[in-house]
């Protein structure tokens, strides 16, 4: 993977909008967890088991990352959405902290990219992360919606 530039530059462009979108999405789901409060206690359980399902996922994904043959197999895209969810889960859960100071080594060793100096364009990065934040909200609505009818 590393011989080939225009894959390098895909990684480069995906790893750039991960770290960009994931940490835009920590910050949205900091924002439902304060936004909580304004229900009632039984939304409040059901919002908050939603939200830990979501960091459970989110967690059994990125142990992938941990196994050498993931990276062997990884593609930009595959890549780039990892690290995503460790940026965005990081400060909810320790495993994607973890994976995500790990993450950071394995591209740094293995691509020699810096996490930090990486980019790719804003369009790209802003029309990615509106169609995230479409798909959350759209989700966030059908289940305060179900909450409201009485089902699930």
Not at 52 to 71: I, M
Request: overall charge negative; aromatic content about 6%.
């Amino acid at each position: 993977m590393a011989d080939n530039k225009s894959v390098l530059e895909a990684l480069n462009v995906a790893v750039a909008a991960g770290d960009l979108l994931g940490e835009r999405l920590s910050l949205a789901t900091s924002d439902e967890l304060v936004e909580m409060e304004d229900h009632s206690p039984l939304e409040i359980a059901e919002l908050f088991e939603d939200f830990e399902s979501k960091r459970d996922a989110a967690v059994a994904e990125l142990a992938e990352t941990r196994a050498a043959g993931w990276w062997e197999s990884a593609t930009p895209y595959r890549i780039g959405h990892a690290y995503m969810l460790a940026r965005a889960w990081k400060d909810h859960a320790p495993e994607a902290a973890a994976a995500e100071a790990s993450m950071r080594s394995e591209l740094a060793e293995r691509y020699d990219i810096d996490v930090e100096t990486c980019h790719a364009p804003a369009q790209l990065i802003q029309d990615q992360y509106e169609r995230l934040q479409f798909e959350r909200l759209k989700a966030l609505k059908a289940k305060l919606r179900q909450m409201a009818d009485g089902t699930e």
